[in-house]
């Protein structure tokens, strides 16, 4: 166990943020006085204080949410892409399959250019919605209760990831502000 406790310490001191340095050598002194029994504990609270310290940045934020909406959006291909080929959608399957490429570069740009990146996405993928549904409905044609049903909830998911995205910023330009 004292191996272990000894591990899980110096993980916590390599976790934690840079400009917090000074507390970390601080703990590293009183981890040698603290009593065996105690030391497991007295660790697992530095993780802890590391883990909050090193995500309560605004690199911290961004880069937490840019990983979930990197994974939500590569779910998504993923998820509507392995349908589309099974052959789920029917004579939308083509159609469904752009969709699920479609979230796979949402993912992408995501990944390269972080919440501006997602937030161009979501924008962008709300207004080719809105392009599609007009066109349809230009058409005269109602279109499918199905299509109506995707159209809906590719706005709610888009809305959401550019709501994340926006809320990310903000709150890394108050911490940065405060900082």
Known sequence: MTRFTALLFNFAVRVGPADRE??????????????????LRFAT??????????????DGVRQITQGGLV???????????????????GPLDPMMTVLGFTYAVGAAATARWGLR??????????????????????????????????????YLI?????????LAHSL?????RAA
């Not at 000074?22 to 030391?39: D, K, S």
């Not at 994974?71 to 959608?89: D, Y």
């Not at 890394?172 to 940065?176: D, F, G, V």
């Open 158 to 166: 888009l809305a959401t990831f550019l709501g994340i995205a926006a």
């Open 117 to 154: 990146g997602m937030s161009a996405f979501a924008l962008g993928g709300i207004a080719l919605n809105t392009a599609f549904v007009s066109a349809w409905a230009g058409g005269l044609a109602e279109p499918p209760g199905f299509v109506r049903a995707l159209s809906i909830e590719a």
């Open 172 to 176: 890394a330009r108050r911490l940065e």
């Open 45 to 58: 609270g530095c993780l802890a204080a590391a883990v909050v310290w090193r995500i309560w940045t605004p």
């Open 22 to 39: 000074v507390w970390f050598r601080a703990m590293e002194t009183e981890f040698q006085f603290i009593p065996a029994a105690q030391r």
């Open 71 to 89: 994974a939500a959006c590569a779910s998504l291909a993923g998820l509507i892409t392995i349908h589309a080929h099974l052959g789920t959608f």
